[in-house]
């Protein structure tokens, strides 16, 4: 294997892929094929909550490797991880949010609950939110609250307005031919903006007004990272769909959305298979999913994102820091300009530190590093941080 046929051979995203020649990947660290450490405050795109590779979670998939992988599609076969993971997370949410369907991505289970909203209400308006982000999938894609980066592939799904987040003016859009308003709990690609002024609460308001469904994305903030199993627990608003991904099985591919039975079941009557999915609830990674929540909901790493926040936003004082958004272990330290959150991304991954961007915003750098992730490690990456930021000269990205 060589970089070069990474180039030749698989498909590209970006014309400048970081390109990190991966061995293997252990805890908060990756390491690449010259035997360098790069510590992660990535986690894979806040996939891998337990970090790499966790012990709990390899075990629940060896185990489960041992016993059966895929026997039949979603949604016919009675299967202990998929039923197990379900009844836990049913436990742990409001009593609305009792029934769960496994798929395979975040995108998906967006797909999934925008149909479902749709046949649950028999409108077809959907409102989402500038600068928003579901996936990439057709449907999620149309959800997508910047026109330049989706108007190449139009035309996408019809009837689908926008409201700005966080604008309470805006809400009079919503109404009674609205089936569902699509929200990040959090912000992510628009640089993890959080609701301010009760807005969720004001948004579940105005749905129960006019009969529209709330759907929350909670793909990215999920599963602890805010320091609540799920975001929207801070902002006193229960959604009728929630829609997770990301997290939720610690780095294997994986998604759901989760909705009362009444809601749910119109998607297997009148027509029958309303939503399928060959590989939906894969025991594996269904293993691997109650592995993760057992872990994050029986430890005290939930109650710990806050105080490594705390710790991050201690650190993470610099004139070229502008603020820091976000919450938990979600955050965007904004930078003066683009400049700069470019120098600091590419002069990290050199010094062995792994930032990323944020989709829609420009001046800001990810960091949501896994929830296991020590304080000695934050110390660490943030002192490489604060040391880069020292060295920028204007005009010194290469
Ligand atoms: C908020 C949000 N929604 C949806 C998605 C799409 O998930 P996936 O990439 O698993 O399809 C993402 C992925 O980045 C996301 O952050």
Redesign the pocket.
């Known amino acids: 294997m060589s970089k070069k046929d990474f180039f030749t051979y698989q498909a590209q995203t970006t014309p400048h892929p970081l390109a990190l020649e991966v061995s293997h990947a252990k805890g908060s660290y990756v390491y690449d094929t010259d035997g360098n450490a790069h510590l992660d405050f990535v986690a894979g795109?806040?996939a891998c909550s337990l970090g790499h590779c966790h012990p709990k979670v390899v075990g629940a998939i060896k185990a489960q490797l041992d016993e059966y992988m895929h026997v039949m599609v979603y949604g016919e076969y009675v299967q202990k991880p998929a039923v197990e993971f379900s009844k836990l997370l049913s436990s742990l949410l409001p009593s609305n949010l009792n029934t769960t369907y496994l798929v395979n991505?975040?995108?998906?289970a967006?797909e999934g609950a925008l149909k479902l909203a749709r046949r649950h209400t028999g409108r077809s308006e959907i409102i989402a939110a500038k600068n928003a982000?579901?996936?990439?999938?057709m449907g999620?894609l149309s959800l997508m609250g910047l026109e330049e980066r989706k108007s190449p592939f139009r035309p996408l799904i019809p009837d689908i307005r926008f409201v700005q987040f966080n604008n309470e003016e805006d809400l009079i859009k919503i109404t009674e031919k609205t089936a569902a308003v699509v929200l990040?709990t959090i912000q992510?690609?628009a640089g993890f903006i959080v609701p301010k002024n009760d807005y969720l609460e004001k948004v579940r308001a105005r749905c129960n007004k006019v009969g529209a469904l709330l759907i929350l994305?909670e793909?990215?903030p999920g599963f602890g990272r805010t320091g609540k199993l799920f975001a929207f627990e801070h902002y006193n608003c229960t959604p009728d769909i929630l829609?997770i991904?990301?997290g939720m099985a610690s780095g294997l591919?994986v998604?759901a959305f989760v909705a009362s039975k009444q809601i749910m079941a119109d998607l297997k009557d009148n027509p029958k298979l309303g939503h399928i999915t060959t590989f939906g609830g894969n025991p594996v990674i269904a293993a691997a999913s109650l592995a993760t929540l057992k872990e994050i909901t029986e430890t005290d790493l939930i109650h710990q994102t806050l105080a490594k926040e705390k710790l991050f936003r201690k650190l993470l004082k610099h004139p070229l820091i502008k603020e820091i958004r976000g919450k938990g272990l979600m955050l965007a330290p904004i930078m003066q300009n683009e400049d700069v959150a470019d120098y600091l991304i590419l002069e990290a991954a050199k010094k062995g530190l792994i930032l990323f961007w944020l989709l829609f915003e420009p001046k800001a750098v990810r960091i949501s590093p896994p929830l296991t992730i020590s304080m000695k490690e934050i110390e660490e990456g943030c002192d490489h941080i604060i040391s880069i930021l020292n060295g920028y000269r204007p005009n010194t990205v290469n």
């Open positions: 795109v806040s991505s975040g995108t998906e967006m982000y579901h996936g990439n999938t999620s990040e992510g690609g994305d793909i990215q829609v991904g990301k591919p998604g």
